[in-house]
């Protein structure tokens, strides 16, 4: 079944905790993006990766790192964690160029992280 | 330059009604208008998309008006039913960056 996963699924963590979440997908897909949801401000991207080694930044990227080792994996790192960083966060996936090459985005289901 | 705006931010329709929503876009390089959906807990899922050389799309109950000239689209939703209730983003991206930029997103509810 093709499929992204998001682990962990919900985190509470404290405010300068090291925190890591993976995303994972096996439908070979070339393009990755992470995004941050939050109440009135919809989706905004926060890094993308259109293929291994290859990251850019997104619309709001600041206190978040990304790495591209492999196709199948796109995990983000929050070095030092912040409250302003609590929200509901999406990995995506897209074959081909992305969504910007007219190609859909395969959602998983979403980490919510809240940084006390 | 890279909003893309997106009203209402919450609407209640009837069952049965026709549910409009509306966004607009000020960057013209914008080559990509895709409309995703959004159940309770679930990640997003493309719903429908247009590209710019048509002026509208329709897949069943689902249809996308464009209008170039004004930088605007729409998605309407005929028939609207329960089911349909959701939370819905529109959406518009440009090849020359791979930039993609979401608006933020209507709650639909449908009265049964």
């Known amino acids: 079944e093709a499929q992204v996963t998001q682990n962990p699924r919900y985190l509470i963590t404290v405010t300068g905790k090291k925190l890591t979440v993976t995303c994972s997908q096996n439908?070979?897909?070339?393009?990755m993006s992470w995004y941050r949801q939050d109440p009135g401000l919809g989706l905004r991207q926060i890094y993308y990766?259109?293929?291994?080694?290859?990251?850019d930044k997104g619309d709001v990227p600041e206190g978040y790192k990304v790495s591209r080792k492999e196709k199948r994996n796109f995990p983000l790192i929050l070095e030092s964690p912040s409250p302003n960083q609590t929200s509901l966060y999406f990995c995506?996936?897209?074959?081909?160029?992305?969504?910007?090459?007219?190609?859909?985005?395969?959602f998983g289901p979403g980490t919510r992280l809240t940084v006390l | 330059q890279q909003q893309v705006k997106q009203s209402p931010q919450s609407l209640i329709v009837q069952k049965g009604g026709i549910s409009i929503i509306n966004c607009a876009y000020e960057?013209?390089?914008?080559?990509?208008f895709p409309w995703y959906q959004q159940f309770p807990g679930k990640g997003p899922a493309l719903l429908i998309a247009?590209?710019?050389?048509?002026s509208e799309k329709k897949e069943g109950r689902f249809t996308i008006s464009f209008n170039k000239s004004a930088k605007q689209f729409s998605l309407h939703i005929m028939d609207s039913q329960p089911g349909d209730s959701a939370t819905y983003f529109c959406?518009?991206?440009?090849?020359?960056?791979?930039?993609?930029?979401f608006g933020k997103g209507t709650r639909l509810h449908i009265l049964p």
């Open positions: 995506a996936t897209s074959p081909g160029g992305g969504p910007s090459s007219y190609n859909e985005q395969f």
């Open positions: 439908m070979n897909h070339e393009y």
């Open positions: 990766s259109m293929n291994v080694e290859v990251t």
């Open positions: 960057n013209t390089a914008f080559d990509y």
């Open positions: 247009i590209r710019p050389d048509v």
């Open positions: 959406a518009a991206s440009r090849r020359r960056d791979d930039k993609i930029i």
